[in-house]
């Protein structure tokens, strides 16, 4: 699987954007895809997750700093996932990777466990 982030930029605070990942590969469906994040000088840490739970249903999780401002989807016929970011804040200001692993019971938020990662895309939000 190759994942390409794009989408990131500058914006103010409390503006909006919209992340993209592109996926390759024809079982994309069945992976678990997250979001990460990298701020300058911290490590990278989780955002969200979308997986699918107990056969179809889908299901999100997100960290709690950014539950209520971001929504993680995806268009499988696209091969794509995305991520709406609204209310921005400076310290959102980070390099965002895509990441991607086969579903299983292993924690959403749990970094260790995705084999393919995208190349990051720079989000900067001005105060």
């Known amino acids: 699987v190759q994942l390409q982030a794009y989408g990131g930029g500058l914006v103010q605070a409390g503006g909006s954007l919209r992340l993209s990942c592109a996926a390759s590969?024809?079982?994309?469906?069945?992976?678990?895809m997250g979001w990460f994040r990298q701020a300058p000088g911290k490590e990278r840490e989780f955002v969200a997750a979308?997986?699918?739970?107990?056969?179809?249903?889908?299901?999100?999780y997100y960290a709690d700093s950014v539950k209520g401002r971001f929504t993680i989807s995806r268009d499988n016929a696209k091969n794509t996932v995305y991520l709406q970011m609204d209310s921005l804040k400076p310290e959102d200001t980070a390099v965002y990777y895509c990441?991607?692993?086969?579903?299983?019971?292993?924690?959403?938020?749990?970094?260790?466990?995705?084999?393919?990662w995208g190349q990051g895309t720079l989000v900067t939000v001005s105060s």
């Open positions: 979308i997986f699918r739970r107990l056969g179809r249903d889908v299901s999100t």
């Open positions: 990441a991607a692993r086969p579903n299983g019971y292993a924690a959403p938020q749990d970094e260790s466990k995705y084999d393919y």
């Open positions: 590969g024809r079982t994309f469906s069945r992976y678990v």
